[in-house]
């Protein structure tokens, strides 16, 4: 089936330690996106990619590091966790020169 | 930068008819969106303006003025499983999206 696929779906994390959230996308989009959701905020842009091998920043990039080997991954690491981090994060692709964006099904992330 | 307003919650009658403002400032504008979720789910696409106007698409509708900087998502005859968030969103010149924080809407019968 078509989509994009997150894993995992939810972890809880102690301070301090990495993790990897990770995004796959089997639809051969260019773009990708990590975004991270919490109540009253909104969807706020963590880094995004618009091709392999390109990445850049969003709106809030500190302490987190993403990789854009090939096109269909887009791994989202955060290197020492702290409790701020505490958030569901989405990975979204979309085509060049097409508006919509697809989600991946979100992960659920507590840093205790 | 993008600032997003939208009201944070609304509530309407299964069957009527509900509108959902957005108005944004933006340092850039190449479109504006809105993305349904439904508690606990992805966002999912719902509608894109990028001229003046109201584009329609069955039940739901959405409009945009750039020149105000406003937006508008028309939701008639609600149904139950219409109640969710409803997010919008501004692209800016890079192709990225900023976000609202988005508006809850509950259908009651």
């Known amino acids: 089936i078509a989509g994009i696929t997150q894993a995992p779906t939810s972890q809880i994390l102690a301070a301090g330690r990495r993790m990897t959230l990770r995004c796959t996308q089997d639809m051969r989009h260019n773009a990708m996106y990590w975004y991270r959701q919490d109540l009253g905020l909104g969807l706020r842009l963590i880094h995004y990619?618009?091709?392999?091998?390109?990445?850049g920043k969003g709106e809030v990039p500190d302490g987190y590091s993403v990789s854009r080997a090939n096109t269909d991954d887009f791994p989202l690491t955060l290197a020492s966790a702290v409790p701020s981090q505490t958030s569901v994060y989405f990975c979204?692709?979309?085509?060049?020169?097409?508006?919509?964006?697809?989600f991946g099904p979100g992960t659920r992330l507590t840093v205790l | 930068g993008q600032n997003i307003d939208q009201p944070t919650e609304m509530t309407a009658t299964e069957g009527a008819i509900v509108q959902i403002n957005c108005t944004y400032q933006?340092?850039?504008?190449?479109?504006l969106f809105w993305y349904q979720q439904h508690a606990g789910e992805a966002p999912t696409f719902l509608s894109y303006?990028?001229?003046?106007g109201l584009e329609e698409k069955g039940r739901f509708s959405s409009f945009l003025s750039r020149s105000k900087g406003y937006s508008y998502l028309l939701l008639k005859e609600l149904q139950m499983k219409d109640s969710a968030s409803y997010l919008c969103?501004?692209?800016?010149?890079?192709?990225?999206?900023?976000f609202g924080a988005g508006t809850t809407v509950t259908v009651r019968a």
């Open positions: 303006n990028v001229l003046d």
């Open positions: 979204a692709s979309s085509e060049t020169g097409v508006n919509e964006q697809f």
């Open positions: 969103a501004v692209r800016d010149g890079d192709y990225k999206l900023s």
């Open positions: 933006t340092s850039g504008f190449n479109g």
């Open positions: 990619s618009n091709t392999a091998g390109t990445t």
